[in-house]
């Protein structure tokens, strides 16, 4: 079943997947802004967020007075790092960035209840490809869940502007694509097809190869020890808990690594990252929800949610419904998660 869009151009909301053209999004989004608009663009730094704050970037060059990229995660993968190092993005921490005084605001790639830094902010426009929200509204607003990646969006939007992507911003946004469809494995649409055919002929491929490669540091190898030594398959299900975590980022890799085993349907990986319990979920989406899951077994103790694929949670430590003089465990992981699952 095809996931809901939601659009909202000039007060007019629309569901439909057809209604509004690339122009019209366009024109819409370009009437928010003012020439001495100062423009805050947030995202949650990955390949397709930091693809898409680039083309956005790129839209409103000449339009505003400035642009600012502000993301509120620290980016620890070497893959992103490599990304924004070569590429040279100009991205600023957002707890460093004075973000209610800019004039305009612009959440991409999220929406405002994805993240409590989020919801504390009012934007002027939301563009997105994760299932629709609740509670919140912006002036401008682009989700299409059933693309594989916003930088597909940002394509249409810079195509649309009869804007030629420089060889930097199409190699972030082939690479945005290549990452969120998992290299159209994912479900996707022809038009990120055709988004990716577009950029590949201005893209360094060869830069993106260098992304792909930079993975693991040395010292992250442990986990993978960690995580072969807590592994509980139960029913085609995997479970690991790997206690501290330097970064989430290792958790991710970890999930995506059993994810390829035999017989191995479901991949639930946790770890503890400051105060927060984060679990990445994976599974091959054929009769399987991730977001879904997620949200089921974490929704209420915090954030969760995410794609058929793949989702994520991340919960207040305080939180967790934990035993009396009990820590979270591998165990506790199967306990809560099979509640929701047949």
């Known amino acids: 079943m095809q996931q809901k869009r939601l659009e909202k151009i000039a007060d007019t909301i629309t569901r439909s997947a057809s209604r509004n053209s690339a122009r019209d999004r366009l024109n819409g989004l370009w009437e928010l802004f003012d020439r001495d608009d100062e423009v805050l663009i947030v995202i949650s730094a990955d390949p397709d967020a930091l693809a898409s704050a680039m083309a956005m ?16 995660n620290e980016i620890r993968r070497l893959n992103n790092l490599t990304m924004v190092e070569r590429l040279k993005i100009p991205i600023e921490r957002l707890h460093t960035l004075p973000v209610k005084d800019y004039s305009k605001r612009i959440l991409i790639d999220s929406q405002p209840t994805h993240q409590p830094c989020f919801e504390k902010l009012e934007f002027d426009a939301v563009i997105d490809h994760h299932p629709v929200t609740e509670g919140w509204d912006a002036k401008f607003i682009d989700i299409r869940p059933e693309y ?18 420089s060889v930097a911003l199409a190699t972030a946004l082939f690479y945005g694509i290549k990452v969120d469809t998992q290299n159209f494995e994912k479900s996707s649409l022809l ?15 060869n830069l993106v190869r260098k992304f792909e490669l930079t993975e693991l540091r040395r010292s992250e190898l442990k986990y993978f020890k960690i995580a072969l030594n807590e592994l509980k398959v139960s029913k085609g299900r995997a479970y690991i808990h790997l206690g501290r975590v330097g970064t989430p980022d290792i958790q991710v890799i970890i999930a995506d690594f059993f994810n390829r085993v035999d017989k191995i349907d479901w991949v639930l990986v946790s770890g503890i990252h400051g105060e927060k319990l984060i679990v990445i979920f994976r599974c091959d989406g ?42 979270f465990s591998t165990h506790t992981l199967m306990r809560l998660a099979t509640r929701h699952m047949r």
């Open 286 to 327: 054929y009769r399987k929800n991730a977001g879904k899951l997620a949200q089921k077994t974490f929704g209420e103790f915090g954030s969760a949610g995410g794609h058929k694929e793949a989702a994520r949670a991340e919960v207040p430590l305080k939180n967790l419904p934990l035993r009396e003089n009990h820590e």
């Open 191 to 205: 038009a990120d097809g055709i988004a990716f055919r577009y950029v590949f002929k201005f893209a360094n491929r």
């Open 148 to 165: 594989g990646a916003v930088s597909t969006m940002m394509v249409e939007y810079l195509r649309a502007a009869g804007i030629k992507p």
């Open 57 to 72: 970037k790129r839209l409103l060059s000449y339009r505003v007075g400035s642009v600012t990229i502000g993301y509120p």
